[in-house]
């Protein structure tokens, strides 16, 4: 009788204590999805492999942002441009623990080091003799990645030497791969929206066709975010009718077939190129215009494990 009254006692105490923490998991979520306001001007995004989020600022600094939701303000090192050309930085990635940065006034890459963010490392790019003009960056495996302002996707290694990737590749890689999604043909009848991704720049491997919309809509833009820990590839979709009612989708597929789906609500936040980035966890991270009218943004932090398309 003893040990049955023990038992009881003790279910009493564990149960609401595994309640408690189900509504602390569930309330974390709904906060993170829900978004955390995170002031100032910023133009690019990048999250670790902790899913710890970087935002770059106009002004030349990094906000840091935890799983959690605390935020730090990091002054990065001082930079001189050419003059005519203006100093500033453009867009980062995550690699390992270093933060890579590049800028349009700058054919080089700059790689921060966390735990020592008092200087930059300066990589400086070598590609035919020329000097790049990087717009966006992102890092794989073994090799960073650029686009420049020619719309051309390098490769580049750790020592800066550079070679160019075939036509139409996306900034982000798949693995050892690369994905290529061509732009829309303008055609005397019209433009001819593309919407298949390929492998390595071979016409024969396919990766993924996107679903076409119901008319009037069409398929404006066909971007790959990356492939998560599950192997799943992820796409986001903007379709319209004409360039009105513009809807986000965001696919999981996984040997070509759809594996869930989301449709991302709201405005984007202005001025940064790329707003959603898939996190290592498989999440997406979104900026978004701040509801309130505030200067800054709202960022936001959405599960993709559902095969309804539901939306952010």
């Known amino acids: 009788m003893k040990k049955i009254m023990?038992?009881?006692?003790?279910?009493?105490?564990?149960?609401p204590a595994i309640m408690f923490a189900s509504s602390a998991v569930k309330a974390q979520r709904e906060s993170s999805e829900g978004g955390i306001f995170v002031p100032g001007n910023f133009v690019s995004?990048?999250?670790?492999?902790?899913?710890?989020?970087?935002?770059l600022t106009k002004d030349h600094k990094l906000v840091q942002i935890t799983s959690k939701?605390?935020?730090?303000?990091?002054?990065?090192p001082k930079l001189t441009a050419k003059p005519n050309e203006e100093a500033s930085l453009c867009d980062m990635?995550?690699?390992?623990?270093?933060?890579?940065?590049?800028?349009?006034?700058?054919?080089?890459v700059f790689s921060l080091n966390l735990k020592n963010p008092n200087a930059f490392k300066r990589i400086k790019l070598q590609f035919e003799g020329s000097k790049v003009k990087p717009l966006m960056i992102s890092?794989?495996?073994?090799?960073?990645?650029?686009?420049?302002?020619?719309?051309?996707?390098?490769q580049v290694l750790r020592n800066g030497a550079a070679s160019l990737m075939p036509q139409y590749t996306e900034i982000e890689p798949r693995n050892s791969d690369s994905v290529q999604i061509a732009p829309p043909e303008y055609t005397e009848n019209g433009v001819v929206y593309n919407d298949k991704a390929f492998i390595n720049g071979k016409a024969d491997s396919l990766l993924w066709q996107a679903p076409k919309p119901a008319e009037p809509k069409v398929i404006l833009s066909v971007e790959f975010l990356g492939q998560d820990k599950n192997r799943r590839d992820i796409f986001k979709v903007i379709t319209a009718a004409g360039e009105l009612n513009?809807?986000?989708?965001v696919y999981a597929v996984k040997d070509q077939e759809i594996?869930?789906?989301?449709?991302?609500?709201?405005?984007?936040?202005?001025?940064?190129?790329?707003?959603?980035?898939?996190?290592?966890?498989?999440?997406?991270?979104?900026?978004?215009k701040d509801p309130e009218g505030r200067k800054g943004v709202l960022l936001k932090r959405l599960k993709l494990d559902t095969n309804k398309p539901a939306a952010g």
């Open 6 to 15: 023990l038992i009881i006692i003790g279910l009493i105490v564990i149960t």
């Open 139 to 154: 890092a794989g495996k073994n090799s960073w990645y650029l686009k420049d302002s020619e719309e051309r996707v390098l």
């Open 93 to 108: 990635a995550v690699d390992s623990s270093n933060l890579l940065f590049c800028g349009y006034s700058f054919s080089e």
């Open 69 to 76: 939701g605390a935020q730090k303000t990091i002054r990065l």
């Open 259 to 288: 594996v869930a789906q989301r449709v991302i609500t709201d405005s984007p936040a202005d001025g940064i190129m790329r707003y959603c980035r898939l996190a290592p966890d498989g999440s997406l991270v979104l900026l978004q």
């Open 246 to 249: 513009q809807e986000v989708t």
């Open 45 to 55: 995004m990048a999250v670790a492999q902790n899913n710890t989020v970087y935002l």
